[in-house]
């Protein structure tokens, strides 16, 4: 059974700083690098959102909001993924969620996950 847990949510003030874990166990399907992998969120009230993905090829894609400020990384002898978050804004408040084994990036990043998540862990931002 595959499990993901994530990890590293919290509260900060705008412009800080927050990363992001995911653990992947009980893969058993060969290396996570060769599967599209990624993060969505949501906020109360809001349709879900994708953040950042990886395809099984390794590129990556980034919503425009987060672009220059999120950076997404795979460690595949960890079946581990993370999300580097800095300069923090208020919008960028919500349950975060890792997606593993997405169908394809593209429908991830327009909301749309597939594949397996778990609880998320959530990320409050406030002054």
């Known amino acids: 059974q595959v499990d993901v847990v994530e990890s590293g949510g919290g509260s900060v003030q705008p412009g800080g700083s927050l990363r992001l874990s995911c653990a992947v166990s009980?893969?058993?399907?060969?290396?996570?690098?060769?599967?599209?992998m990624g993060w969505f969120r949501q906020a109360p009230g809001k349709e879900r959102e994708g953040v950042a993905a990886?395809?099984?090829?390794?590129?990556?894609s980034y919503a425009d909001s987060v672009t220059g400020r999120f950076t997404l990384s795979r460690d595949t002898e960890k079946n581990a993924l993370y999300l580097e978050m800095s300069n923090i804004s208020l919008e960028d408040s919500g349950t975060y969620y890792c997606a593993v084994k997405c169908m394809n990036p593209i429908s991830l990043m327009h909301g749309i996950p597939t594949g397996i998540w778990g609880q998320g862990t959530q990320v409050t931002v406030s002054s």
């Open positions: 990886i395809a099984s090829d390794g590129r990556t």
């Open positions: 009980g893969w058993t399907y060969g290396s996570i690098g060769s599967i599209c």
